[in-house]
């Protein structure tokens, strides 16, 4: 911990307790006194609800507007509306931001990210995407850039927070889809309010068969053997409003599943397993009491459990449980009356327990603050540093610092510099199979990240984000191959390899053309640098160099119709087997009454043969084919 690092924290936290209690009372007098709403407003960026315009962070919020008119059923088919790079393995989607897959995702601000690795394919996330629901989700609030600060360890290319639905009627919603490869979805949603008790219900299950996928070198469509999945989703989220602006709400998280475990995609076109497969269960529960609503707080005090297993019948037989407690408690203060402190402490501790080479846990406390103020001329500036305290790593102190200038009630530019941690997951430190040999002399990943951007409208109906960074990596992890024992049975071993540094910028243009048209854009650039030579994943990770999004959307009367052209240029042809490709997405919504929806939806209408993967374990591009062209049929009905 170096002076001014130290300097920081203190003065932060001195700040709470010397102007907290007086604080507090000075909030609690004015609560009440007028009405708060979220919707111009971000809770993920600050932890704490702040207008878009005071926000210094490219920040993207997909409204559950949006996700219905879109009929998106899988939390990877939302955000490919954004322009985020997704990475799509064989088991999981993951996100990239700022062109790091270092992200952290969170459900109502709980952390879902897991340290052990759980995805094929890919190093970082511990997150599988694809097995949260859809149904429950009011808003995805998606923040590009470092937030160790305020998150800890994961939140390296940024934060997806999902912000799940609270009942504000008494309505149940019935609805099924079918469509390529035998895909069938069956979903029931209730929601009920009774005086200051509510509860939002959502049940679902879906299956397919084995898909297909277009071979690049023959140009023929072909079965990728032993891709079906057989998948359960159960949510619960109960609401009790209590006396004042103080709430306690309840959730419950449920998913279980049976998947094809094919592997890579061998040289002959076969799958490295298969008869392989997966069975996954996942159970979470929170319990989160709240206060201070009505004067625009997020104050909270959160106990949360979770519950991760996984069983693989595979040649690797992967056989593990994780389970995680966490404690939270976030609390803000008005110091002054252009002056906001937040602070808070987050506890959690992880276990793998692998039946056959691990039963380790990592416990990690922490405390943070973040002091914002507003200047003259409408600036705004904060100044956050967070310690956390790692039973396997000791202290580290990540801190950054934000300038926002609100040029007018639609526009603003920024700048921010940022520090960021990752720690090395449980498997990477322990792991002891015939083929992944744990490496328990890692370091974490640090690092920091400046950022400089705008959000602006243009006039006509355009509006305007764009955002360019540079970010540095310290001791970035990467596989090798060794061969300790010399034997001629190689295995994989995680090591400190290199440092890395990101260049990149992200555009967004939305233009409405009419009441009925809206267009938008959008284009993202990103260049990774290593400093090693050795280093085995740097370019199968940057899977977009260049990344363009169109959509085009037509709503008016019953009819509700998006298009999206997605297109990736740039891509190093050693690990993909194509330099770019292009797909086209719709989606035909028609109301035929008040209550009764269908549906139409295409994926890849270009039938495009591509990669977001690229080569992992060997020299043999096209190790995980995206599907080929598929359609989708479906009906809903709220009764």
């Known amino acids: 911990m170096n002076k001014l690092q130290k300097q920081v924290l203190c003065s932060l936290l001195g700040s709470a307790l010397l102007f907290g209690l007086p604080a507090v009372s000075s909030a609690e007098e004015t609560a009440g006194s007028q009405e708060f709403s979220l919707d111009e407003y971000v809770v993920t960026a600050n932890r704490i609800p702040v207008k878009q315009t005071e926000i210094a962070a490219h920040v993207t919020v997909i409204t559950r507007e949006e996700i219905e008119k879109g009929g998106y059923t899988s939390v990877p088919e939302i955000l490919k509306k954004s322009n985020i790079a997704l990475q799509q393995s064989r088991s999981a989607t993951v996100p990239l931001l700022n062109g790091d897959d270092r992200v952290l995702i969170l459900v109502d601000g709980r952390k879902m990210n897991w340290s052990h690795l759980v995805i094929s394919g890919n190093d970082h996330p511990g997150i599988v995407l694809d097995q949260l629901g859809v149904d429950n989700i009011e808003r995805i609030e998606i923040v590009r850039g470092p937030a160790s600060s305020l998150y800890g360890s994961d939140a390296v290319g940024g934060v997806i927070n999902i912000i799940t639905r609270k009942a504000d009627s008494t309505q149940t919603t019935a609805a099924s889809e079918f469509g390529s490869w035998g895909f069938r979805r069956y979903n029931l949603t209730t929601q009920g309010k009774t005086g200051d ?42 609401d009790k409003e209590l006396e004042g602006d103080r709430s306690l709400s309840l959730q419950f998280e449920h998913t279980d599943g049976e998947a094809g475990f094919g592997g890579p995609l061998k040289s002959d076109g076969t799958v490295t397993y298969p008869t392989g497969y997966t069975t996954t269960k996942n159970n979470n529960i929170a319990l989160t009491y709240q206060w201070g609503k009505d004067r625009g707080a997020n104050d909270l005090f959160r ?93 580290k102190l990540t801190s950054r610092v934000t300038a926002n200038r609100e040029i007018n009630s639609t526009s603003n530019v920024y700048a921010s510099w940022g520090q960021h941690v990752k720690n090395p997951t449980l498997a990477q430190l322990y792991s002891n199979t015939l083929y992944w040999k744990g490496n328990p002399d890692l370091k974490p990943e640090t690092g920091e990240t400046v950022t400089i951007g705008l959000n602006t409208e243009l006039g006509d109906g355009t509006k305007l984000q764009a955002s360019a960074y540079h970010s540095k990596i310290k001791d970035a992890l990467d596989w090798r191959w060794q061969d300790w024992n010399g034997d001629g049975n190689p295995f994989t071993k995680y090591i400190n390899v290199d440092d890395e540094e990101r260049n990149g910028l992200d555009i967004s243009l939305i233009k409405k053309l009419s009441p009925q048209w809206n267009v938008s854009g959008g284009y993202s650039y990103v260049k990774i640098e290593s400093t090693s030579v050795q280093t085995a994943t740097v370019a199968n990770r940057n899977s977009q160099p260049n990344g363009y999004r169109l959509n085009v959307e037509y709503d008016q009367d019953k009819w509700n119709t998006n298009l999206t052209l997605r297109r990736a240029t740039g891509r190093d042809i050693t690990k993909f087997t194509s330099r770019s490709y292009t797909t086209l997405d719709m989606v035909v919504n028609y109301k035929m009454t008040a209550d009764t929806r269908v549906s139409l939806k295409g994926y890849n209408l270009t039938n495009e043969a591509y990669e977001t993967v690229g080569s992992y374990w060997s020299t043999t591009t096209g190790e995980y084919p995206m599907p080929a062209r598929s359609f989708y049929v479906g009906v809903e009905h709220k009764m």
Do not use: M
């Not at 939002?200 to 070198?217: C, G, M, N, S, V």
């Not at 990728?224 to 949510?235: R, S």
């Not at 203060?333 to 506890?347: E, M, R, Y």
């Not at 380790?360 to 600036?379: N, Q, S, V």
């Open 197 to 238: 008790i509510s509860y939002f219900l959502t049940a679902e299950k879906k299956k397919q068969d084995d898909l297909e996928y277009k071979d690049p070198r023959t140009g023929q469509v072909k079965t990728l053997d032993n891709t079906y999945f057989d998948q359960e989703f159960v949510t619960l989220r109960l």
């Open 303 to 395: 106990f949360y459990h979770n519950e991760y297993q996984v069983i693989d019948y595979n040649s690797l037989a992967a056989n593990y449980d994780l389970t995680a407690n966490g404690v939270n408690w976030q609390q803000s203060w008005k110091l002054a009356q252009n002056n906001t402190l937040v602070g808070g402490t987050d506890w959690r501790q992880e276990k793998l327990e692998d039946h056959e080479s691990i039963d380790k846990a990592f416990t990690t406390g922490a405390i943070f603050a973040e002091d914002r103020w507003k200047l003259p001329h409408e600036w705004t500036l904060s100044a956050g540093t967070r310690y956390d305290n790692h039973s396997q790593y000791g202290g």
